[in-house]
């Protein structure tokens, strides 16, 4: 279904439609209704093999998109043509990103060109666009982005403060000092991460994460999901309000970007 949605009871309305947490959510944009719906049949057609609880829902225009606000959030995945006017996906991506927004998101294009930027925002997918693999990766994107939404999650509780649930996958970064390992805990809202201690060797603390974390120095371990781009020295962290950076040491650096290329599951 195309929509364009800019009234905000409109918007609420929308997504009050349909609650709970399993409902399985994609976004589609791109300004060639060819495409679009060309894309919409290949998702919609691999969702029903997965669920019966999805939406996928359609944009002609990166500015209907924009124009949801926070309720972009209520998506799981955005799939983003690059190349639209006025705003193009990339563009569109960096502006959800600056909002804070914590989503999902894959690129498809006609163009091999663009690929490195998808790091910039933290990209799952890049697909390009009229080759013979284009559904097959297409569809292997929305099983991953399925995956991970329902993947089962780990938690750990004791921390110096106290008991804590704590999701593995809302810890931003750790970072050692001294006695303690620092874990720095994303929190529901756009407020600042929490910081809770633990006196555990390092050793035993990295059995306890997912492979989504890197190392990046002797006293720093870092949540791919919340790391927006590299530099030969420095990892650049964000989550909502909160931005930091961690050194990367030279003898880490080539594992660091392997790793994280295969987070972001870039594929051409």
């Known amino acids: 279904m195309l929509m364009k949605e800019n009234n905000r009871a409109t918007i609420e309305n929308r997504f009050a439609e349909s609650k709970g947490g399993d409902m399985f959510r994609v976004a589609i944009c791109d300004d060639n209704a060819n495409s679009l719906e060309l ?43 690059v190349k639209m006017d006025p705003i193009d ?54 099983q991953y982005a399925y995956s991970k939404k329902n993947e089962t999650h780990k938690y750990i509780v004791d921390f110096a403060e106290g008991s804590f649930k704590t999701d593995i996958k809302d810890i931003i970064l750790i970072q050692c000092d001294r006695h303690y390992l620092l874990y720095y805990i994303r929190q529901n809202s756009d407020s600042e991460p929490i910081m809770r ?53 030279r003898n880490r650096l080539n594992d660091v970007k392997r790793k994280y290329s295969k987070f972001l599951g870039k594929m051409s």
């Not at 002797?218 to 790391?227: G, I």
């Open 39 to 81: 894309e919409n049949s290949l998702i919609v057609n691999c969702l029903s093999d997965l669920t019966d609880r999805y939406e996928c829902t359609n944009y002609l225009s990166g500015q209907d998109i924009l124009d949801l606000g926070q309720f972009i959030s209520k998506y799981d995945l955005l799939i983003l043509d």
């Open 89 to 142: 996906g990339i563009t569109l991506a960096k502006k959800i990103r600056e909002n804070g927004i914590n989503v999902d998101i894959a690129f498809v294009t006609d163009y091999f060109d663009f690929a490195t930027i998808g790091y910039e925002v933290q990209a799952i997918r890049y697909i390009v666009k009229n080759t013979n693999s284009f559904g097959e990766h297409l569809i292997e994107c929305i």
């Open 197 to 249: 201690r633990r006196r555990i060797c390092v050793a035993d603390a990295e059995t306890e994460l997912d492979d989504t974390f890197v190392r990046t120095h002797k006293s720093f371990f870092v949540n791919m999901r919340y790391l927006m781009s590299l530099l030969s020295d420095t990892a650049f962290i964000e989550c909502n309000n909160f931005r930091t950076k961690v050194p990367v040491a």
